[in-house]
């Protein structure tokens, strides 16, 4: 049996398990706490981890995983021409969007956070967990055939 490909799912599935999940306790629970009590500290430390090692480790995951699967679902070079690269291809611009955001996020806002600023940030954080979402339905839309209409 090759296991190429159940592993490749398993870490795909974790990696987006991981960094939405970090996500979401982010934007739900650090933030909100922050907002209230305008205390920055513990927002900087976790945000340090979500948007820093740990989210960018599984964003790297995600593209590396992920560009090695799309090779089961469709042929580089008609890429433009197929539904489903359609779909990879809105992935591929979307994860550099991520990228792009996270790193301004964290090495640009968030070391010179202030309490007055926070309501951008918060903005932006929550941008970043819908295309995070929004890629995830894509990645099921390439796996559901019918679904999102490929
Ligand atoms: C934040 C980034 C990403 C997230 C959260 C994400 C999430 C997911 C999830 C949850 C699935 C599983 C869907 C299912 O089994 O029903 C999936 C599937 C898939 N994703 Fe991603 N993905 C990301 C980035 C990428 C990138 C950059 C690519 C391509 C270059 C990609 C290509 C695929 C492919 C081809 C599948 C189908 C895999 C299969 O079951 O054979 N993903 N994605």
């Known amino acids: 049996m090759n296991l190429e490909y ?7 599935v974790l990696g987006a398990a991981i960094w939405i999940g970090a996500l979401v ?5 650090t933030l909100p706490a922050a907002t209230r009590t305008g205390d920055l500290s513990q927002l900087k430390s976790t945000g ?3 948007l820093g090692r740990v989210g960018f480790a599984a964003l790297v ?3 590396l995983t992920g560009i ?7 042929n580089w070079s008609t890429i433009f021409k197929e539904p489903n690269g359609h ?6 611009v979307l994860l550099v969007v991520l990228f792009g955001l996270g790193g301004f996020l964290f090495h640009r ?3 010179r956070l202030e309490p007055d600023k926070l309501g951008g ?3 932006m954080t929550w941008l970043v967990l819908i295309l995070s979402l929004v890629v995830l339905v894509l990645g099921v839309g390439v796996r559901v055939p019918g679904f999102l209409g490929s």
């Not at 159940?6 to 795909?12: G, Q």
């Not at 306790?25 to 629970?29: A, D, H, I, N, T």
């Not at 090695?68 to 469709?74: K, S």
């Not at 779909?87 to 591929?92: A, D």
């Open 6 to 12: 159940p592993i490749l799912v398993i870490f795909h």
């Open 25 to 29: 306790s982010f934007v739900l629970g």
């Open 68 to 74: 090695r699967l799309a090779g089961n679902w469709i």
């Open 61 to 63: 995951v995600q593209a």
């Open 48 to 50: 340090k981890i979500v």
């Open 109 to 111: 806002t968030l070391p």
């Open 121 to 123: 940030f918060v903005g």
């Open 87 to 92: 779909l990879i291809l809105t992935k591929i």
